[in-house]
């Protein structure tokens, strides 16, 4: 309820504020007038950038986690620390990346540094849950697997891999909603230019960044509010394509 | 009950020599010692938790899965042991098939369930595999209940019909020997006596092993018995092993005896 409150709330504040001019052009004087779009692309950008690098890497660990060294030392050791790590705030990812990616690698505040950054801070999250479902799938199909001449890898990427997708899958839109939605590990990173990016290397202001600048700062409320509720509306839209994505796959099995 | 007094002279498919399995500290089976003939039918018989599955699952080496345990003496398949350090898992299970308790039906359509084998081994035409999935699936006869809806989700089938599709993936693969175990305890009367009619067929062809609760199942479709117990140390033996016919109208051992007219157990 207090959810679909807020919601509403927000959609009624802006409806009139998004328009076509709103999503297509670049904001000018600070963000009073224009639109958004360099703020979107940012977004997307970031985000992209963090999911492609974090779910190799996090699915990797949750099967060498789950099928390798079930219930050894260096599976507790890397359980906890990935524990851990989903407990820091994320403000603590933002000083680290600014530490590490833009003075030490000397990324500078741009759409790489934001990337990797993120990226950090989605892994123990997308490990934890994908081992989760990794960890659901019966083992009886494991042992069914085996038993029809399977290697281990085999039975791992045919079977088990299917049959975990839909848990690894809410994960990672999981994910994708803490990268969208991030602000301070983002300001520190990724800086918060308000032009155009030109590579990834280019400095760039994401859209709940630009929410809370236009905000906090007292700019202008009615773009504020417009950032929001498309911020909203866009990881509403993640969601429902990534389903829509992930049932066509399952409905073949089920 | 078949004509079990030919079964003796049939070649000698599995060979188990003198093989105890320990799960870490744990001695589950001792000092089991027995030929299986080939295309014949043999029934592992016992009280709950003798070791049966054990016994069974040590033929395609299904207890390797299980972390410390170990296997000690040997298992021969044509006369090539089976625990031999050179061994290779992936190929002995290819030619010793397993169909479990329950239907495992993979989520998957139809016809990748029975050809997950087969592409395992790296078969890819599709011509081959529909091929494979289409004599599998004869096999069992199912073939024409579902030739129409191979892409269809194979959980969508009756559980009998499941178990069928079980027995049709095991089959696919290839394989001289078929491990059951308690395979028909899932399901209702009518698919039992389908999948034994199955089971019969099938022994021409194959040699079936099956765990089994049901004594009357073993008397209808098996030529040898074989009767496990646990002894006084919980070590499961291999208390008796003879055609099924003679166990059944003469057992020579008391505990035998007891079991079978149901004194315990």
Redesign the interface.
């Known amino acids: 309820m207090v959810l679909v409150a807020i919601i509403v709330y927000i959609l009624i504040k802006v409806l009139p504020e998004i328009g076509w001019t709103f999503l297509s052009q670049s904001p000018s004087d600070m963000g009073r007038g224009g639109g958004i779009l360099p703020t979107i692309v940012g977004t997307l950008l970031v985000t992209l950038l963090a999911v492609v690098i974090a779910t190799p890497f996090g699915i990797g660990t949750a099967f060498y986690l789950a099928e390798y060294t079930?219930g050894g030392i260096l599976t507790r050791i890397i359980r906890f620390s990935a524990d851990s790590l989903a407990a820091i705030p994320s403000i603590v990812y933002g000083l680290f990346g600014f530490i590490f990616f833009v003075t030490q690698l000397g990324l500078g505040l741009s759409i790489l540094s934001g990337g990797l950054t993120l990226a950090f801070m989605i892994l123990p999250t997308l490990i934890r849950t994908a081992e989760e479902a990794i960890l659901t799938v019966p083992q009886?199909?494991?042992?069914?697997?085996?038993?029809?001449?399977?290697?281990k890898w085999?039975t791992i990427i045919?079977?088990v891999f299917?049959?975990a997708m839909r848990g690894i899958v809410n994960g990672l839109i999981l994910s994708v909603g803490r990268c969208i939605a991030e602000t301070a590990a983002v300001v520190l990173t990724a800086g918060s230019a308000l032009h155009m990016p030109k590579s990834v290397f280019s400095s760039v202001r994401t859209m709940a960044v630009h929410f809370y600048t236009l905000a906090s700062e007292g700019i202008s409320m009615p773009k504020a509010y417009g950032t929001a509720a498309l911020l909203i509306i866009l990881i509403f839209l993640i969601n429902v394509v990534t389903n829509i994505l992930v049932n066509r796959m399952?409905a073949?099995?089920? | 009950m078949r004509d079990n007094l030919k079964i003796p002279r049939r070649k000698v498919k599995l060979k188990t020599d003198a093989a105890d399995l320990y799960y870490g500290s744990h001695h589950a089976l001792g000092g089991i010692t027995f030929d299986i003939y080939e295309r014949s039918i043999t029934a592992i018989i016992g009280p709950s938790g003798c070791g049966k599955s054990t016994l069974l699952r040590l033929y395609n080496r299904m207890n390797d899965l299980i972390p410390g345990v170990r296997v000690e003496g040997e298992v021969y398949l044509d006369g090539v042991p089976l625990y031999d350090r050179a061994a290779d898992v992936v190929s002995l299970r290819q030619k010793v098939g397993m169909v479990f308790q329950k239907p495992n039906v993979f989520p998957m359509s139809i016809f990748d369930n029975i050809v997950i084998g087969p592409r395992h081994q790296g078969i890819r035409k599709k011509r081959d595999l529909e091929e494979i999935a289409r004599k599998s699936l004869e096999a069992v006869s199912l073939w024409d209940e579902v030739k129409d809806e191979l892409k269809k989700s194979g959980l969508s089938l009756s559980p009998g019909a499941q178990q069928r599709l079980c027995i049709a993936r095991a089959l696919a693969v290839a394989p001289e020997v078929i491990l059951m175990d308690e395979s028909c305890s899932a399901l209702d009367p009518e698919s039992t006596m389908k999948i034994e009619e199955l089971m019969l067929e099938l022994a021409k062809k194959y040699t079936i092993l099956i765990v089994t609760h049901n004594m009357e199942q073993a008397v209808r479709v098996s030529d040898m018995s074989a009767f496990m117990m646990i002894d006084e140390r919980k070590i499961g033996r291999l208390v008796e092993y003879a055609p099924t016919s003679e166990m059944f109208s003469n057992p020579k051992d008391k505990r035998t005896e007891d079991y079978i007219t149901g004194r315990f157990g």
């Open positions: 079930r009886s199909y494991r042992e069914v697997s085996f038993s029809l001449g399977a290697t085999q045919k079977v299917p049959s399952a073949k099995g089920r």
